[in-house]
C-alpha cells in the first residue's frame, strides 16, 4: 500500500495512490508526496523567518526598554535627591523660626 500512496489530496489532506486520485478525490487538486513535502517545507521557512525576524524586533524593542529604565532609575535618584535637599531646607527654615520666635518671647 505505500507504494500505492504517492499522492496527497489538498483538500481533504489524506494521501492516496494515483488512481484514487482521479477518482475518489477528482474535485481535490493533488501533489505528489515531493510536491507537498516541498510546500511544507516552502511554508517552514516562511514561518521561520517571520519568527528570526520578530525576534530580532523584540530584541530591539527589550533594549530600548531597557534604556529607558535605565533613564528613569537616574531620574528617580535625582528627584529623591532634589526632594531631601528640599526638606533638609525646610526643617532648616523651621527651626531657624523657631529659633526666632522663642527668643522674641525672652
Known sequence: ERRLSRC???GCS????TLCAVTTHKQ???????QASQEVRERLRGIDKTCTTSQSELEIKLNQV?????MLEGSTSDAKR???DSVEQ?????????????????
Open 28 to 34: 481535490h487538486t493533488t501533489l505528489t508526496l515531493e
Open 82 to 84: 532634589v526632594i531631601t
Open 14 to 17: 489524506e494521501c492516496c495512490c
Open 8 to 10: 496527497t489530496a489538498k
Open 66 to 70: 531597557s534604556a529607558q529604565k535605565g
Open 90 to 106: 525646610c526643617i532648616s527654615a523651621i527651626k531657624n523660626r523657631e529659633k526666632n520666635l522663642i527668643s522674641a518671647l525672652d
